[in-house]
T-cell receptor, first 119, second 113 residues
Framework: AQKVTQAQTEISVVEKEDVTLDCVYE???????LFWYKQPPSGELVFLIR??????QNEISGRYSWNFQKSTSSFNFTITASQVVDSAVYFC????????????????FGSGTQLTVLP | DAGVTQSPTHLIKTRGQQVTLRCSPK?????VSWYQQALGQGPQFIFQ???????QRGNFPDRFSGHQFPNYSSELNVNALLLGDSALYLC????????????FGPGTRLTVT
């Protein structure tokens, strides 16, 4: 069974502050993928990043950065110098890589973190 | 290049009725997955269709069924609607039964009264 926990239900910051969204996962698969999605009020899920469990290098993309730590089963997401347009619900998700068990055929999502960036 | 499209955008049904939601995958994709997202929750996997067959199913009752057509488009059917079926239904497309690059549609908002 796979599980993703996003303990932060809501976060509110003032524009230009940095903010980190936490994600902790559980899986029995030895290899797996981790994802972050953004869901603005319109409802459509927007893909942000995918990480392979083999690659623990942190990644930076503009104002976004991701910290993957296999030892603590965490995949945290940081927004630097937040902007009002970053306000959305952010989801962490997990998939396995085994077609036989079905873990590769579905994403398991956390419950999401509502980020509000105030002007 | 058209992305994932879903219809209708919104739908209101009465308890006990049946509903059909439709999804067209992104061009070049052959796999369609359906997710249910209740208000304030993360999406929950319903099932995946690949090669016109249901390949994987989440923890949903048999009232939820689907179909995939030869052109890879898909339908989600829900029978005997319950109030608890009110949710945003998301369709996602990908390749060859995997989810490594899964693109989501805008969703269908179903309200059951």
């Amino acid at each position: 069974a796979q599980k993703v926990t996003q303990a932060q239900t809501e976060i509110s910051v003032v524009e230009k502050e940095d903010v980190t969204l936490d994600c902790v996962y559980e899986t029995r698969d030895t290899t797996y993928y981790l994802f972050w999605y953004k869901q603005p009020p319109s409802g459509e899920l927007v893909f942000l990043i995918r990480r392979n469990s083999f690659d623990e290098q942190n990644e930076i993309s503009g104002r976004y950065s991701w910290n993957f730590q296999k030892s603590t089963s965490s995949f945290n997401f940081t927004i630097t110098a937040s902007q009002v347009v970053d306000s959305a619900v952010y989801f962490c998700a997990l998939s396995g890589t085994l077609i036989s068990s079905g873990s590769a055929r579905q994403l398991t999502f956390g419950s999401g973190t509502q980020l509000t960036v105030l002007p | 290049d058209a992305g994932v499209t879903q219809s209708p955008t919104h739908l209101i049904k009465t308890r006990g009725q049946q509903v059909t939601l439709r999804c067209s995958p992104k061009s070049g994709h052959d796999t369609v997955s359906w997710y249910q997202q209740a208000l304030g929750q993360g999406p929950q996997f319903i099932f995946q269709y690949y090669e016109e067959e249901e390949r994987q199913r989440g923890n949903f009752p048999d009232r939820f069924s689907g179909h995939q057509f030869p052109n890879y488009s898909s339908e989600l059917n829900v029978n005997a609607l319950l109030l608890g079926d009110s949710a945003l239904y998301l369709c996602a497309s990908s390749l060859e039964g995997t989810v490594y690059e899964q693109y989501f549609g805008p969703g269908t908002r179903l309200t059951v009264t």
